[in-house]
Structure formats: structure tokens, C-alpha cells
């Protein structure tokens, strides 16, 4: 069972390149999230997914485009990378009622991304 | 926002119980509160959430005072691998409710 899969692991993009970070899970889960973490820094929302077919901006989402495929995979895009893009990135997927559910949400090891 | 204040840091010995202190002052009727962990160079690992009732799972206890303005995240026995951010996070359960802090880092040495 892998849970949440996140690829690449490791990027390093020019200013101005683009790329999408791609995210599957395999939990049947309804829910997606992307959060971008700084060093030393908490997690901050960019995007979410509550189900198949929405999206929503989170905290963090200038910058950032994405698409939830199907159930079980969640891409995130950078169209125009910057500096203050570098960051490790996490992707993230539960059930929908979380307050009801006993495991929460099941992460993803991460991207880290750096722009030059 | 929803925010909590925990120590930065703290540490223990191994085999030692650890209680890593958190207060949500701010905390709605309806949120619950959540305990996350994160080591090194992974992703965040749920540990566990409860609302009003003192919670025990397989990885520990979460006390939670009868005011809910605070809470206890409790490792009865922390041995080496939990080295790690412990989050402290209070809110709906939904995505856009659940924000992040800086957390506690706990250090166990033998």
C-alpha cells in the first residue's frame, strides 16, 4: 500500500521555467491538498481538493495552478518559476469528513524544489 | 487564523514519558484539535485528534483541558525515532480550516 506518492523528489528549475509535480494516492480517499514548506517554517496551503471536479485556493496560491485528474491524482503547476518558489512541497489526501475519521491526512515525502 | 503556541523546542530521555504542551486560546465550540509529526527530510504524520474527551491511540495520548484552551500531546515511552516537529493544530478538519505553526522540535538522546 503506498499511501500518497509524490514525483520528481528533487527539482531544480530556472527562473521563468515551467513544471508540474505530480501526486497519486491509492486510499480511495475524496480530499487533496498541496503545502509548500520554508525552511523553518510551518506547512502553508496552496490548493485543495475537497472531491473530484473542485478545487479551491488556499493560503498560499499565487503562482500556482492545478488539476485534480481523477480521484486519485492531484498535479500541481508552476508556470513561470521564481526564486521564491523554492521550497519542498507536499501533497497530502484524506477522507472527506475528517472530524469523524480516525487516521487524518496521509502525506506525501515531498518535492524539493529549487529555482535558480 | 487559527493559531496555537507551543514551545519551540524540548527534550527527553529515551524510555521517558514526554508531554509536549500546546495552547489554542482561539478554539471554536467546533474544532478539533490536531497532533501532527514530522522527521526529518519526510512528510507530516498524523498522530492524533480529539475534541473534548482525552484521546488514546497506538502512538499516544492527548489531554485536553476542560476550558479547550489547551491540550497535552503525551509520549508515554519516547525512544529515539521520535525525534521530531510535533504540530499542534486546531480547526475544522477540513483543509482550508488546518493551519500549520512552527511546532516543537523534541530531542530524545539516550
Known amino acids: 500500500n503506498a499511501g500518497v506518492t509524490q514525483t520528481p523528489k528533487f527539482q531544480v528549475l530556472k527562473t521563468g521555467q515551467s513544471m508540474t509535480l505530480q501526486c497519486a494516492q491509492d486510499m480511495n480517499h475524496n480530499s487533496m491538498y498541496w503545502y509548500r514548506q520554508d525552511p523553518g517554517m510551518g506547512l502553508r496551503l496552496i490548493y485543495y481538493?475537497?472531491?473530484?471536479?473542485?478545487?479551491d485556493k488556499g493560503e498560499v496560491p499565487n503562482g500556482y495552478n492545478v488539476s485534480r485528474l481523477n480521484k486519485r491524482e492531484f498535479s500541481l503547476r508552476l508556470e513561470s518559476a521564481a526564486p521564491s518558489q523554492t521550497s519542498v512541497y507536499f501533497c497530502a489526501s484524506s477522507e472527506l469528513t475528517l472530524q469523524v475519521r480516525a487516521n487524518g491526512y496521509t502525506f506525501g515525502s515531498g518535492t524539493r524544489l529549487t529555482v535558480v | 487564523d487559527a493559531k496555537t503556541t507551543q514551545p519551540n523546542s524540548m527534550e527527553s530521555n529515551e524510555e521517558e514519558p514526554v508531554h509536549l504542551p500546546c495552547n489554542h486560546s482561539?478554539?471554536?465550540?467546533?474544532?478539533?484539535i490536531h497532533w501532527y509529526r514530522q522527521l526529518p527530510s519526510q512528510g507530516p504524520e498524523y498522530v492524533i485528534h480529539g475534541l473534548t474527551s482525552n484521546v488514546n491511540n497506538r502512538m499516544a495520548s492527548l489531554a485536553i483541558a476542560e476550558d479547550r484552551k489547551s491540550s497535552t500531546l503525551i509520549l508515554h515511552r519516547a525512544t529515539l525515532r521520535d525525534a521530531a516537529v510535533y504540530y499542534c493544530?486546531?480547526?475544522?478538519?477540513?483543509?482550508?480550516?488546518?493551519?500549520f505553526g512552527t511546532g516543537t522540535r523534541l530531542q530524545v538522546t539516550l
Open positions: 482561539t478554539i471554536s465550540g467546533t474544532d478539533y
Open positions: 493544530i486546531h480547526g475544522t478538519g477540513t483543509a482550508s480550516k488546518l493551519t
Open positions: 481538493s475537497a472531491s473530484e471536479g473542485t478545487t
